[in-house]
């Protein structure tokens, strides 16, 4: 079984329907991550959660919102979708144990808004 | 400028040469560098993480030059297999999040 999933992989939804995803990990890491990526502009970070109902915004937060009410779930949502959220969502995880802090990549999420 | 700057590519290389690319950092505070690897429509995995003096893992070595802020990537005796979008990375610390470049783009020609 993976490590990290994310649900759906695919989805399509009209612009102004709510809609969230899902990322669930059983590697036991503390901190989780949601990015998005488009074609020519890499990764960008969206929110992340280092613990239990911490909550920080990253580059991109306006029109998402997450939850993270248990270490190994981190939730995505838009509330009100636009066009301009299709693209490649990522979910991550990684420890803040250890030498060095990598991350760890749920499968993606294809997002499309029309 | 953007925090992590990479040339977005392509590189086309034959089989069997060797080719490097660099990633430029602009916060002269990151500590910690890596390098992702990410196939076609698939998540970026960890490849290696960049120490100060260099590392090695086969045909794969990551330096990084804290003078001119930077970290390469050297891939020997390319494979068909190498081919996918190369990202670096880079944080501040161990409580800090990583930031990504764009990534490279290698494609291996038979």
């Known amino acids: 079984d993976a490590d990290v999933t994310q649900t759906p992989r695919n989805r399509i939804t009209k612009t102004g329907k709510r809609i969230m995803l899902e990322c669930s990990q059983t590697?036991?890491?503390?901190?989780m991550y949601w990015y998005r990526q488009d074609p020519g502009l890499g990764l960008r970070l969206i929110y992340y959660?280092?613990?239990?109902?911490?909550?920080n915004k990253g580059e991109i937060s306006d029109g998402y919102s997450v939850s993270r009410q248990a270490q190994a779930k981190f939730s995505l949502s838009l509330e009100s979708a636009i066009p301009n959220q299709t693209a490649l969502y990522f979910c991550a995880t990684s420890n803040s144990l250890g030498s060095m802090e990598t991350q760890y990549f749920g499968p993606g999420t294809r997002l499309l808004v029309l | 400028r953007k925090e992590v700057e990479q040339d977005p590519g392509p590189f086309n290389v034959p089989e069997g040469a060797t080719v490097a690319f660099n990633c430029t950092y602009s916060?002269?505070?990151?500590?910690?560098f890596f390098w992702y690897r990410q196939d076609c429509r698939k998540e970026p995995k960890l490849l290696m993480s960049?120490?100060?003096s260099g590392n090695e893992d086969g045909r794969f070595t990551a330096q990084l030059n804290r003078a001119s802020q930077y970290i390469s990537l050297l891939i020997r005796d390319s494979k068909l297999s190498d081919s996918a979008t190369y990202l670096c990375?880079?944080?501040?610390?161990?409580?800090?999040?990583?930031?990504f470049g764009k990534g490279t783009r290698l494609h291996i020609l038979p």
């Open positions: 590697k036991g890491h503390d901190r």
């Open positions: 960049v120490y100060s």
């Open positions: 990375g880079g944080s501040m610390n161990r409580d800090d999040k990583i930031i």
């Open positions: 959660s280092f613990d239990v109902k911490d909550i």
């Open positions: 916060n002269s505070a990151s500590q910690s």
